[in-house]
């Protein structure tokens, strides 16, 4: 997968089917828009509850943003809508400014949208889209499979006909678990049956259209047969009609208070959705132009603040649901929108009819499909350490939430980062007796590479974290050597920097070692390292006839320096490996 952020990289339209396609993949994705749109307008509407917001407003969510988006951002898959994470931060900081449902609750909204648009377009600017390349593949499918428990979780209130009040997935079930006795059988069964249906339904058909199917037949059923008398919930009335493009009125004080909440949003959105970008990339070899994207969600958000609804944010929930529809690329989100219109024109009435339990069927099932089985077991294969990550990554999106489990992950990627750089590997190279070639062998005391001469490799950067380990190496190998150390050659290849502090260690450290006898010759140095020796000083105390770019002239020099102090014979062989 590329992971670039430069502008140079593809950019997809909204109508640009896969290459290789055409009309057949047109049509495809058409159908995906069409079932996408069965599964996720029910859905957004209940984001509505979470942002204390109008019904209606949650269809706005998929109208104007989706189309924005599709036009402005670089992601094939990315679904731009309602969030819970945003509608979270939001509503808990404006309810303390304006009464929920309200106009001027509303208008504080939709001003925070169009702030956190303001946000999203100067970190465009700035291209700010590099800060996703901190989530690595590891984190990904993490985030992914934390989503997805979290998201299955949160579906079983519905599956059950249960009331479920806590926001948090831990707490919710705990909830659930308490209220398991009062679950409405009409409702369990209905659920159990649409899942199943869709489950099974995917092994033998995995191109039909089943959500849509499911949220069709189950309107007609509801409405025909009053699966209400059953207490089977059903999402209600919803209003009609295209939303009003205007400019909310917030006074200039609750505007500055607005901004600390709008780039709380901004650090979620650029998160979540370059998580989720980079996921579904990574799954279809797809490149990645996280900076397009960050002008797409600008966009979406700007005319979302614009047609009177709220901050809208890449979901992986529903980009999931693209993506198991079948969808190619933007055109089944254009679709999907095209949908939304018609339901708010014509279809608000029959939608009222739709059980709640079906819908959270459907997502539970999608859900479950985010978690990749696969990949954990590949990670825990290969690398035990990040497959550990990917847990504790997936643990935290459950446990704490969302955003705070991005950028957990994000800082547990970076520890396990500088551990590695504190912690390098470190070699000292002797002649192999039976390749007589120089080979790496671990550090240990009482080795050499030849009589009176060590050659060390260091596989990191020097900084002040690892300086001191640098330190230790060499002194074990110059005190415990079988013969007292003449030449000590550093193989610098893996070295391309060096900070202030760590350089301060080393000019104590070769000046030791010169009144102790034992010449100081760098190999392999880069024009990069060779900069910072001679700006930190370093050059002078090893002299610059001691600092070569290859190794082989290194240990000629070292040769020729032991030769002078003292006739010694050095093994023979090549010299580098």
């Known amino acids: 997968m590329q992971t670039g952020t430069n502008d140079t990289q593809p950019h997809t339209c909204a109508g640009a089917p896969p290459s290789g396609g055409g009309m057949r993949a047109r049509m495809r994705d058409v159908v995906a828009g069409l079932s996408l749109a069965s599964m996720n307008i029910p859905q957004v509407l209940g984001y509505t509850r979470i942002a204390a917001m109008p019904t209606v407003t949650g269809l706005y969510t998929v109208l104007l943003p989706l189309v924005a988006f599709a036009g402005f951002g670089a992601s094939r898959h990315l679904v731009v809508a309602a969030d819970s994470a945003t509608a979270a931060i939001f509503s808990s900081a404006l309810e303390k400014m304006a009464t929920p449902g309200s106009a001027y609750y509303m208008a504080l909204v939709s001003m925070v949208a169009l702030l956190s648009a303001a946000f999203l377009l100067v970190a465009r600017l700035f291209r700010l889209g590099f800060l996703a390349d901190f989530l690595s593949r590891t984190v990904l499918v993490g985030f992914l ?271 396990r980062h500088v551990r590695h750089s504190y912690e390098p590997h470190t070699m000292i190279l002797r002649h192999d007796p039976h390749s007589g070639l120089l080979e790496p062998f671990d550090v240990a005391a009482g080795q050499e590479t030849a009589p009176g001469l060590v050659v060390y490799r260091f596989c990191a950067d020097l900084f002040y974290a690892n300086s001191a380990r640098f330190g230790r190496d060499v002194r074990l190998l110059v005190d415990h050597a079988p013969t007292p150390v003449s030449c000590l050659v550093i193989d610098a290849s893996a070295i391309t920097d060096i900070d202030f502090s760590a350089a301060s260690d080393l000019r104590d450290l070769f000046t030791m070692l010169r009144q102790g006898g034992t010449h100081v010759i760098f190999g392999r140095v880069s024009p990069y390292l060779r900069a910072d020796m001679d700006r930190h000083r370093i050059t002078p105390v090893v002299e610059a006839c001691n600092i070569h770019v290859q190794l082989h002239t290194a240990i000629a020099a070292a040769r020729t320096a032991m030769d002078e102090q003292a006739p010694m014979p050095l093994a023979t062989g090549p010299h580098t490996t």
């Open 145 to 415: 499979a934390g989503v997805g428990v979290q998201v299955a979780l949160a579906m079983l209130r519905d599956m059950l006909g249960i009331t479920v009040t806590a926001h948090n997935t831990v707490v919710q079930l705990a909830q659930i678990l308490v209220h398991l006795p009062q679950a409405s059988l009409p409702t369990v069964l209905l659920s159990t049956a649409v899942a199943s249906a869709i489950i099974v339904g995917e092994r033998l058909a995995p191109r039909a259209p089943l959500p849509l199917a499911m949220v069709v037949g189950a309107i007609v059923a509801s409405a025909t047969l009053g699966l209400s008398h059953y207490g089977i919930a059903t999402i209600g009335p919803i209003e009609s009609g295209l939303p009003r493009l205007h400019l909310p009125r917030v006074a200039w004080n609750d505007m500055l208070a607005l901004l600390p909440v709008a780039t709380s949003c901004v650090f979620v959105i650029i998160a979540q959705s370059a998580a989720t970008s980079r996921a579904f990339a990574l799954r279809f070899h797809d490149p990645v132009n996280d900076n397009a994207d960050i002008l797409g969600l600008c966009a979406a958000n700007a005319v979302a603040g614009l047609s009177g609804t709220f901050t809208v944010n890449g979901s992986p929930t529903q980009t999931a649901m693209a993506v198991r529809a079948g969808a190619h690329s933007q055109l089944a989100q254009v679709t999907f929108a095209g949908v939304t219109m018609l339901v708010l024109l014509f279809l608000t009435g029959p939608l009222q009819y739709l059980p709640r339990c079906v819908l959270a069927a459907i997502v539970f099932t999608v859900a479950l499909g985010m978690i990749d089985l696969r990949a954990l077991r590949a990670i825990w294969r290969e690398s035990p350490g990040e497959y550990g990550l990917a847990l504790v990554t997936a643990a935290a999106v459950v446990g704490i939430g969302v955003e705070q489990g991005i950028f957990l992950a994000i800082a547990l990627s970076l520890f």
